[in-house]
């Protein structure tokens, strides 16, 4: 039986490089974006396999529901949420359709994505559900001399890690594999698409970022960080959330007493 993934954004930078590698190991592919000319192209380019072209906004609702519909209707082997908008901006100065545009598509896609093309992979007992954020969701302590502001992307991120998170272990003993990939900085077009200039700026590669992904996936990582050298640091944080979580009591703290 052939292989067939998903992948959302993959008209440039981290999408076009999931099409590409998995393209070249057989994966027939449903590749999804706003620019259908893109997509086209990549589809002439790969004869090899079988690509669908799947044209949607994913910052609507009915973008969201067309690509969720072929989520819940094909036996996806793997689902790859990726597109992104990134809008950098204090939040008092975030237009109102901006920070719509920026929740729909990095929360409320890949969100009902997966929600769609979970059944039918837990079904089969097989499949991976990939989404990629970024390290901007474990920026949220940072102090105020931090640039650029960013808080609704940051919280957008934070919303995928933990979401993958608690998916993973719904999703334990299925054979349902759920991960997330944060990568820092990456040499795509998706910041110039916003007005930043980070050519000064040491960037990984969009190939890279995919080549940490599957590897990631192979071990069984549920968070990916392809330039975090040190995973101890991650086992660090994720370690503190469940201690915080498991130090709530009914009683109210000590601290909180007396005011």
């Keep these: 039986m052939s292989k067939l993934a998903l992948v959302t954004g993959a008209t440039s930078g981290i999408g076009r490089a ?45 973008g969201v529901d067309a690509v969720a519909a072929v989520c819940a209707a094909e036996p996806l082997n793997m689902l790859v949420n ?16 901006k920070a719509r545009e920026l ?6 896609a890949p969100t009902l994505l997966a929600r769609a093309a979970v059944a039918g992979m837990r079904d089969r007992g097989a499949g991976a559900l990939v989404n990629v954020a970024g390290m901007i969701a474990f920026s949220g302590p940072a102090p105020s001399s931090v640039m650029p502001r960013r808080a609704v992307y940051a919280g957008t991120l934070a919303h995928l890690v933990a979401m993958t998170q608690a998916l ?23 910041h110039e698409r916003q007005g930043l200039d980070l050519s000064a700026v040491p960037r990984m590669s969009a190939d890279d970022v995919v080549t940490a992904g599957l590897r990631g996936l192979e071990l069984g990582e549920v968070v990916t960080a392809p330039g975090v050298e040190d995973a101890a640091l991650l086992d660090a944080v994720f370690r503190a959330d ?13 601290r909180y007493q007396g005011g």
């Excluded at 990726?82 to 359709?97: F, I, K, Q, S, T």
């Excluded at 993973?168 to 820092?184: F, I, R, S």
């Excluded at 469940?242 to 000590?254: D, E, I």
């Design 82 to 97: 990726n597109a992104g908008v990134a809008h950098y901006m204090p939040l008092a100065e975030l237009p109102a359709d």
């Design 242 to 254: 469940l201690a915080a979580f498991g130090g709530q009591s009914p009683r109210l703290a000590t």
């Design 103 to 108: 929740v729909h598509v990095k929360v409320v």
């Design 168 to 190: 993973a272990a719904e999703l334990e003993g299925t054979g349902v594999a759920v991960q997330v990939v944060c990568p820092g900085v990456v040499a795509t077009e998706f």
């Design 18 to 62: 999931y099409a590409e590698r998995l393209a070249g190991t057989g994966h027939d592919l449903i590749v999804v974006g706003r620019r259908e000319d893109r997509l086209e192209a990549f589809a002439a380019d790969h004869p090899e396999v079988g690509v669908r072209v799947l044209a949607a906004d994913l910052s609507t609702d009915d």
